[in-house]
């Protein structure tokens, strides 16, 4: 299947998702004190960091950009965070898990560990001390049925919680982001997109992406139906078998989490056929992170997660 | 060819708890191949843990630990779909009396309501509240799907039953469209293929109904309007002014008025995400360089021919869904209306809306749920149209001073059907 991209500017649901999210980025700029945009270096907030680059043209973005660093990333992830914010002539704040464990906040889990859920502790930290009351997030609806029940401002109060049996009605596009000191709200403007949206639009906009996203050669060891690549966070056991294998990240989180999947899709169009096809979702296919139970997301979520 | 453009239609389910709206949004994206295995499977395992039959088909909506626990839906569920040539937004609305403010925050976005109804029970009050916010809302186009066909012995008379109430209610309440179809969103009939259990009915499935009806928002408006969101400097020292266009598209070189000022300009440029544009559509998120020189700021307006109202008294339609009644004691509210906040006052309640009935009650509060009609009066001028003409200009929210809270859907005017 040959796949050309579509041509900018039509009236399509693109271009209607694309003025919804500039639209949403004004509003919570305007109505907050203090706004801040999370950045993973993941292709959502990518596309999240184009958005609202496009909202203040010619401007500069009239708030910093967040990075929660676990210290168990990509380095091409890392790479393309320091590009991609200085393209945006953004100011960058990093806030680092490791001084959250130093701090004594939370138990460290050890070099290997899983510091997925310790995030939120320092994510929450770097909101008070900041004063934060808003914060942009990329997350999608579509990713994970807690995430389809969010509201696209979803308020959070003094703790940072989201309470799913007490959300704001949201009428129209009266986006209400008022709250008292202490409280915030988490912004989405990404909330309609689905997986294939996002890369349809990455194609459109000619956007620059980490290389993990491409098909590349990388050792990995298949660890919870997981292909792990292997490297500083992620040592194969002697059981487990080292091989090399052509392969892409469907989404990008810590190293130790975020499994591979086996493609040859080394162009956005060849990703756009092959995100279409699909048959697992991308969370599914790639993240052990939802895999503890039933309700994962909705439980990080209900503790101040993204 | 995944890349072709698709348009996209906004959808709503509602309807009385119970009667299988979940259930049948679940079918269609199942029958529709729309989940991922892995979804699939985690709705299969979810069913199993908690002893219910292999599928329960509303888990694949109803996502929260609460809503399993007691089979009901609390909050909308954004869910997508698409096919060759459309997207689909769908939100699963709750069908409980306590969630109604749910439901109208699902169906206030909605192009086209999905109504389910208990073949067996037929119309019930939820029923009726809800088809009357969504017409209140300006859903035009009701595809009504007349479930749980298979306990009624698949009975064609038993169907009609239903579509002789509904229609009798759509036309009261000025639906433009309505399509009845008789389904089982258990079995699957007619919902995303045609059921041989109703050789009576010769109709659209579900889905094809779904694909054939109209999608883009409701628009009979009549001028273009640019509520100014923000101010963007542009170098040599300019400003545009930033905001999503309703009603009809700006051109270079219209003559407009900016509100509530009134003063006349032209528009000299149009920009979009830093890019000059010759036209602004409805729907685009703009900006417009003004020819003349204004002081013009957030909550101020852009519009042409025929211009909006511009008033700090007018009436309006109200759903009500604060916890403790709407009254004329000097409750403190703000209201905010395009993109402008102000303090409110309520000067008279004018009426409540018998739901059963659809006529207006005398009234002098408004209990949770509650529709009704109010006189507002407001700190600051607004910039108005009727609801009936614009979405954008003709709606507000209603928000506790002291909580934040959003505790009303407001449309300025009567609905059309009042």
């Keep these: ?306 | 060819m995944e890349l072709a453009t698709k348009d996209l239609l906004r959808l709503a389910t509602i309807g009385s708890v119970d009667d299988g709206k979940s259930t049948l949004i679940g079918r269609l994206l199942v029958d529709t191949r729309q989940l991922f295995d892995d979804q699939l499977d985690a709705v299969a395992a979810a069913s199993e843990k908690r002893g219910i039959g292999d599928l329960d088909l509303s888990f694949v909506t109803d996502g929260l630990r609460a809503e399993r626990e007691q089979g009901i839906t609390i909050d909308v569920a954004y869910r997508y779909a698409t096919t060759p040539t459309r997207k689909f937004i769908i939100a699963d609305c709750p069908g409980h009396v306590r969630y109604t403010r749910n439901m109208a925050t699902g169906a206030s976005t909605a192009d086209l309501a999905l109504v389910v109804v208990d073949v067996a029970s037929g119309l019930k009050e939820q029923t009726h509240r809800h088809l009357c916010i969504a017409a209140l809302l300006g859903v035009r186009s009701i595809i009504v799907a007349v479930n749980k066909m298979d306990t009624a012995a698949w009975s064609e008379l038993a169907f009609q039953r239903v579509v002789d109430q509904i229609e009798t209610l759509s036309g009261e309440l000025g639906f433009s469209s309505t399509v009845a179809i008789p389904v089982s969103a258990l079995l699957g009939d007619n919902v995303a293929t045609s059921s041989t259990n109703t050789p009576w009915y010769d109709g659209p499935s579900v889905l094809e109904a779904l694909e054939q009806s109209e999608a883009g928002s409701w628009e009979t408006a009549q001028g273009a309007r640019l509520p100014i969101q923000w101010v963007l400097r542009q170098p040599g020292g300019g400003r545009t002014y930033a905001g999503m266009v309703s009603g009809e598209a700006f051109h270079v070189g219209d003559r407009v008025t900016l509100l509530p000022a009134n003063i006349e300009t032209t528009i000299r440029a149009i920009n979009f995400g830093g890019e000059s544009r010759l036209e602004a559509t409805v729907g685009l998120a703009a900006d417009l360089d003004l020819a003349d020189e204004t002081d013009a700021g957030r909550g101020d307006l852009i519009a042409t021919e025929p211009l909006p109202r511009v008033t700090k008294e007018f009436e309006a339609t109200i759903c009500w869904f604060g916890e403790k009644p709407l009254s004329m004691n000097g409750q403190r509210l703000r209201l905010k209306h395009t993109t402008k906040s102000t303090p409110v006052r309520v000067q008279a309640i004018t009426g409540v809306i018998d739901i059963e009935s659809l006529t207006i009650d005398k009234a002098d509060s408004l209990a949770t749920n509650d529709i009704g009609l109010a006189t507002l009066q407001t700190a600051d001028a607004l910039v108005v149209d009727d609801y009936r003409e614009d979405r954008v200009t003709g709606s507000f929210v209603l928000i506790d001073e002291v909580t934040n809270a959003t505790v009303a859907a407001g449309m300025v005017g009567h609905a059309l059907f009042l």
């Design chain 1, 1 to 306: 299947m040959t796949t050309t991209l579509p041509t900018p500017h039509a009236t399509d649901h693109l271009d209607v998702l694309e003025s919804h999210a500039l639209f949403i980025l004004r509003e919570v700029v305007a109505e907050c004190e203090r706004p801040v945009l999370l950045f993973s270096g993941g292709k959502d907030s990518a596309v999240l960091l184009h958005l609202a680059a496009k909202a203040f043209a010619p401007q500069q973005l009239p708030f910093p950009v967040l990075h929660i660093d676990t210290g168990q990333n990509f380095d091409e992830v890392l790479q393309f965070r320091d590009r991609a914010v200085e393209a945006a002539n953004a100011k960058l704040i990093v806030a680092r898990v490791q001084d959250t464990i130093d701090q004594g906040k939370v138990a460290d889990p050890g070099h290997l560990g899983s510091r997925n859920r310790l995030q939120t502790v320092t994510l929450l930290d770097a909101i008070t001390e900041n004063r934060f009351d808003a914060a942009f997030g990329g997350a999608r609806r579509d990713e994970d049925k807690a995430r389809a029940k969010e509201r696209i401002l979803s308020f959070r109060d003094a703790f940072g919680q989201w309470d799913p049996r007490q959300q704001r009605p949201e009428l129209w596009q009266l986006y209400q982001g008022k709250v008292n000191p202490g409280e915030s709200v988490r912004a989405f403007p990404l909330s309609d997109w689905t997986e294939l949206d996002v890369w349809q639009y990455i194609g459109r906009e000619k956007m620059d992406l980490p290389s993990i996203y491409y098909a590349h050669e990388r050792d990995v060891v298949q660890r919870d139906g997981m292909w792990l690549a292997v490297g500083e966070f992620v040592e194969p056991t002697p059981k487990e078998t080292v091989t090399r294998k052509l392969v892409r990240f469907r989404t990008v989180g810590d190293a130790n989490c975020t499994g591979a999947v086996l493609s040859s899709a080394a162009t956005i169009e060849a990703i756009i056929d092959e995100v279409a096809v699909a048959n697992v979702s991308e969370r599914g296919a790639t993240r052990g992170d939802d895999k503890f139970s039933e309700t994962a997301m909705e439980d990080r979520k209900r503790e101040g997660y993204f």
